[in-house]
């Protein structure tokens, strides 16, 4: 607790048994709380990416051993994890909050830290209905089997064709090389030449033209819990990590956010959501006062790659890549400006660019890629893993929140 001047201003600590005794005595009043927006960061992660290209090289992998090529055999999946582990897309999101933290830490001293930290029930959300008894403990499947509870979802009947007294095959509805899963709402019963002829695609573009039946698919499907599954498994790992930063880390519901927010009047916003974490007795008077104008949107964009090799379409070693990350000053993921002097692209440009031995660096822009010579270059910030620009508080972010 602090002492406030008549001014409002904070003068010095006081224990809470002194300030009892002068709320007693009438020489102190209880002050509110208000809250100030002073910076506003959204971070985006990269997850998404991260996990395509692990999925990408286990393709690779896959299809090596498959071809009988020289490749070791695959490992057994009951490894075992060292305490604390994350697939690499979960500690990416992990260590860029970390990362950005510090750097806030950098800049003003920080006395506590707050964090909306939520948890979901996979196991009813997969149901879509709430989930009670032995019921949530022996799930859906409790007394059958996958196959047996299709046939009797879809009167064993192909759910595209219609077609019953054949041979029907599990089929993914949203297929596993496009990110599906195995759930249970993710497959229907499909007759063999319906199941060849969706294959890998996608449930919308083979039904295009039966928009009803298209319809009653995907409305068994559920909503995807890769959010869910994201925030489980992480929240607690992230508090960890904040703690080393702040000792004093508190952790809020997420319905408490949600009150704040609608109490306040505020819009649905990533930045003012985090506005509105913890307490907040907006009953007795507490407020949010001022909002931040701009919002910093620090999109996480990665140092590059490690692999030494670049792979063809089958995943074997295409061409070397070079050691040497730096040519003539300049690094792949440095944000330049570019002036051109003739040519098509004649004009200033400002991108980011790919590095390459021979001086004829490649310029990414909104409008185009091409290839500009490095004096025609200029540096306006080093690549640090991070591409950072502004948007007025209130418009709609670019960000793909999945948790």
């Given at each position: ?169 599990i089929e993914h509805v949203r297929p596993r090389s496009r ?187 909104p409008e185009g890629r091409f290839n500009v010579r490095h ?29």
């Amino acid at each position: 607790m602090f002492v406030l001047s008549k001014d409002g201003r904070p003068l010095m600590p006081c224990h809470p048994a002194r300030a009892r005794e002068l709320l007693g005595k009438g020489r102190a009043v209880v002050a509110l709380t208000v809250r100030r927006g002073l910076v506003s960061v959204e971070l985006q992660h990269r997850g998404d990416q991260i996990r395509k290209c692990m999925q990408q090289r286990a393709g690779y992998r896959r299809r090596r051993r498959s071809a009988n090529c020289r490749y070791r055999a695959p490992r057994s999946h009951n490894r075992p994890c060292a305490a604390g582990w994350l697939p690499p897309s979960l500690r990416h999101r992990v260590d860029t909050i970390y990362s950005q933290a510090t750097r806030l830490c950098r800049y003003a001293p920080v006395a506590e830290i707050h964090v909306e930290s939520v948890a979901f029930d996979s196991h009813a959300m997969s149901t879509g209905r709430p989930l009670t008894g032995a019921e949530y403990t022996q799930g859906t499947l409790a007394g059958t089997n996958v196959r047996a509870y299709l046939h009797a979802k879809w009167n064993s009947a192909c759910a595209y064709c219609g077609a019953a007294g054949v041979r029907l095959n599990i089929e993914h509805v949203r297929p596993r090389s496009r990110g599906g899963s195995s759930r249970i709402s993710n497959l229907v019963l499909a007759c063999v030449p319906c199941n060849e002829a969706k294959g890998s695609t996608p449930v919308e573009v083979f039904l295009a033209d039966r928009p009803d039946l298209l319809a009653k698919i995907l409305q068994h499907m559920m909503a995807p819990l890769h959010g869910a599954a994201v925030m489980n498994a992480t929240r607690w790992q992230l508090k960890d990590a904040l703690s080393t930063l702040s000792s004093l880390v508190h952790t809020w519901p997420g319905v408490r956010t949600k009150e704040n927010r609608t109490a306040m009047g505020l819009e649905k916003t990533h930045t003012l959501d985090a506005l509105s974490v913890g307490s907040l007795d907006y009953e007795n008077g507490d407020a949010i006062v001022r909002l931040s104008r701009q919002v910093l949107v620090v999109k996480a964009t990665g140092r590059g790659s490690y692999a030494r090799t670049t792979p063809d379409r089958f995943g074997f070693p295409r061409l070397q890549r070079a050691r040497t990350k730096q040519h003539f000053g300049y690094v792949t993921g440095d944000l330049v400006r570019a002036t051109v002097p003739i040519g098509r692209w004649a004009g200033t440009w400002t991108g980011r660019i790919s590095v390459r031995a021979n001086g004829q660096h490649s310029l990414t822009t909104p409008e185009g890629r091409f290839n500009v010579r490095h004096r025609n270059l200029r540096l306006l910030q080093r690549g640090n893993g991070y591409g950072y620009s502004f948007r007025p508080e209130g418009a709609p972010s670019t960000s793909r929140k999945t948790g």
